[in-house]
């Protein structure tokens, strides 16, 4: 596989090191799915949206509302405080 076809692959939301966090915590996935070896994903829980991005060398979060953020291990921590 070329470098140009394994950027071209689907990666669905339900798979990613966020999704369990999220939807465990009332977030519902705004995005379904997204392409690349670095993907945006955007949850929702009534008006605070929080990012997650994910792949090569990219494993963070950001709370849209606050401009919290932090890598992928505070993620739980942080949205177990959001009602």
């Not at 945006?40 to 919290?68: H, L, N, V």
Request: proline residues 2%; contains cysteine; aromatic residues 14%.
């Amino acid at each position: 596989m070329t470098f140009e076809e394994a950027n071209k692959i689907v990666h669905p939301v339900e798979t990613q090191w966020h999704y369990e966090t999220m939807i465990n915590s009332g977030f519902t996935p705004i995005d379904k799915e997204d392409i690349g070896f670095v993907r945006t994903y955007k949850y929702s829980k009534g008006d605070r949206i929080i990012s997650c991005t994910t792949g090569s060398g990219a494993d963070y979060w950001k709370d849209e509302a606050t401009g919290a953020g932090g890598f992928w291990g505070s993620l739980k921590e942080h949205v177990s405080k959001i009602d």
